[in-house]
Nanobody, 123 residues
Framework: VQLQASGGGLVQAGGSLRLSCAAS????????MGWFRQAPGKDRDFVAH????????FYADDVKGRFTISRDNTRKTVYLQMNGLKPEDTAVYYC?????????????????WGQGTQVTVSS
């Protein structure tokens, strides 16, 4: 399974970006999908998760109410809509696919990773 993330860029504080992650999997629906981010010198942190249908979602506390994860199984794509961006949201954002059981907020629970896309928020 290959994941290709896109949509990052430079935006001013308060702005919006939408990240996309396209999967090459034959059966995309079997995967739970997540977004993580990693700032320089820091650990890779959980951002958002959705189940196979996109109906069940979870968010990190610091993005709740600002970010929205969604998926389109016909396009084999997961999205992360980011509104109200803050300078502390600056990081490389990674999408990931989870096939088996495991905590959704733990990077090690995910089996496949995209290459990352840089998001930079200026103050």
């Amino acid at each position: 399974v290959q994941l290709q993330a896109s949509g990052g860029g430079l935006v001013q504080a308060g702005g919006s970006l939408r990240l996309s992650c396209a999967a090459s999997a034959r059966t995309f629906e079997i995967f739970e999908m997540g977004w993580f981010r990693q700032a320089p010198g820091k650990d890779r942190d959980f951002v958002a998760h959705c189940n196979w249908s996109g109906v069940s979602t979870f968010y990190a506390d610091d993005v709740k109410g600002r970010f929205t994860i969604s998926r389109d199984n016909t396009r084999k794509t997961v999205y992360l809509q980011m509104n109200g961006l803050k300078p502390e949201d600056t990081a490389v954002y990674y999408c990931a696919a989870k096939e088996y059981s495991g905590d959704y907020f733990v990077p090690a629970a995910y089996n496949y990773w995209g290459q990352g896309t840089q998001v930079t928020v200026s103050s």
